[in-house]
């Protein structure tokens, strides 16, 4: 059974950096393409970054290009989203996601979902 945990959410201030974790477990990690997705409220979820599995291919929604890194340690079963220049309209809640069949990585094939972690970005 896949389980994604995702960690260090929290309330920041405009123009603040912060570093979100998800630790995967219960199958090979390093088979599968993982993704970064965010649900502001009163909005439905929206693509916010992916990585394919080797860590060698990574796209962004453009809301978050050249502000946000998607990164990922195989060793460490975690993948990584560094977010900087934080403005407010990024508060949102932040899940993580991997899609249940190897190597595959559009949008619509992301299957698992942590239980996401919310970002607070005050003005």
């Known amino acids: 059974q896949v389980q994604l945990v995702e960690s260090g959410g929290g309330l920041v201030h405009t123009g603040d950096s912060l570093k979100l974790s998800c630790a995967s477990s219960?199958?090979?990690?390093?088979?599968?393409?993982m993704g970064w997705f965010r649900q502001a409220p009163g909005k439905g979820r929206t693509f916010v970054a992916s990585?394919?599995?080797?860590?060698?291919?990574?796209y962004y929604a453009d809301s978050v290009k050249g502000r946000f890194t998607i990164s990922r340690d195989n060793a460490k079963n975690t993948v990584y989203l560094q977010m900087n220049s934080l403005k407010p309209e990024d508060t949102a809640v932040y899940y993580c996601?991997?899609?249940?069949?190897?190597?595959?990585?559009?949008?619509?094939?992301?299957?698992?979902w942590g239980q996401g972690t919310q970002v607070t970005v005050s003005s």
């Open positions: 996601a991997t899609p249940r069949r190897p190597y595959r990585m559009r949008q619509s094939d992301f299957d698992y």
């Open positions: 219960g199958r090979t990690f390093s088979n599968y393409a």
């Open positions: 990585i394919d599995s080797n860590g060698g291919t990574t």
